[in-house]
């Protein structure tokens, strides 16, 4: 392009020389690096050929960390390659990232799937628990009849992540033993607190709500009142935290309207979901990237993965908070 611009100023430059002879080696150069091109982009046409194929046969692939490895090499390898010829350029250019892109949606849809159908297991598993509470009504062959039924039940149900399978499994054994649980803590005055943080900003004491956190860990009841109060302290230091960006970014956020307010929070957790919408992106399509043989791993990318929703899950309760005047 150097040399065309050259050649086309040539003719309006105003000054002294042998333009033609200068106009003849600028052709000649320019004749010359087409042929090159020329000459690149049909190489570039045969390596790009070849990279489709290779692409076709890698996602067929059935081990999703192999075929991953493979196709993201041979994204890298395809845009390293030039251009290819004029005419075939973008009919291949189609066809290679329509196949990318078909390969990451139909592995997205899977974990999405495997994600539904752990969802599906555990409520299954919390059936099954609830119906093992009935069993203290029951006695003799009924009782037993019951608790074999549930057991076998139990037992075709399905694999969940042991951080779920665990307290359920306790549960379920307890029921079907007749064991006494230990019962749950009274949550009144704890969700009184939190609720009085959370109609006034100014009572936010970080160090409070960890000691709150942690005595609701080191109690092993369950109820909802107890996640509740987790979940409460989770949303009032996210809402924390962005109020600390909001002010950093809008030093005089205090002097807004009300509307404006609103909008301004919107935005910055609008900004803050697509953030961690990217980064949840990003743990889908790596987990693939550990074999699945790796149990362990599995379940900490997978534990990863749901840390990350639930993330976005409290930014999202947050904008209700400002839509309902909370926030």
Request: glycine share 4%.
């Amino acid at each position: 392009m150097k040399l065309v611009h050259l050649r086309e100023h040539l003719s309006s430059h105003d000054g002294l020389g042998d333009y033609q002879a200068l106009h003849d080696k600028i052709v000649q150069y320019e004749t010359l690096v087409r042929d090159i091109i020329s000459k690149n982009r049909v190489r570039n046409t045969e390596i790009k050929t070849v990279l489709i194929q290779e692409t076709q046969e890698a996602v067929e692939i059935i081990n999703w960390k192999e075929a991953t490895e493979k196709i993201n090499d041979l994204k890298g390898r395809w845009i390293k390659t030039g251009s290819a010829e004029e005419g075939k350029n973008e009919e291949l250019e189609e066809r290679f990232w329509e196949i990318v892109q078909s390969f990451f949606e139909r592995k997205k849809q899977f974990f999405e799937d495997k994600q539904k159908l752990t969802d599906h297991r555990k409520r299954q598993y919390e059936a099954l628990v609830e119906e093992a509470k009935n069993l203290k009504d029951l006695h003799g062959k009924d009782r037993f009849n019951k608790v074999k039924e549930l057991k076998e039940r139990w037992k075709e149900t399905g694999g969940i992540p042991s951080e779920f399978y665990k307290p359920l499994n306790t549960s379920f054994n307890q029921h079907l033993k007749g064991g006494k649980f230990k019962p749950s803590a009274d949550y009144t005055e704890t969700l009184s607190q939190l609720q009085e943080i959370k109609s006034d900003k100014d009572k936010y004491d970080k160090e409070l709500l960890d000691r709150m956190k942690k005595r609701l860990f080191n109690d092993k009841g369950r109820s909802p009142e107890k996640y509740q109060c987790l979940e409460l302290i989770q949303l009032l230091h996210e809402r924390s935290f962005v109020l600390k960006i909001t002010q950093k970014r809008f030093p005089d956020f205090a002097k807004l309207e009300t509307e404006k307010k609103k909008r301004v929070r919107k935005g910055i957790l609008q900004d803050l979901i697509s953030r961690d919408m990217d980064d949840l992106k990003i743990y889908e399509e790596n987990s693939a990237n550990f074999s699945s043989n790796d149990g362990k791993m599995n379940s900490l990318v997978e534990g990863k993965i749901r840390s990350q929703r639930k993330k976005i899950e409290v930014k999202k309760k947050l904008m209700e908070w400002i839509d309902s005047g909370e926030f």
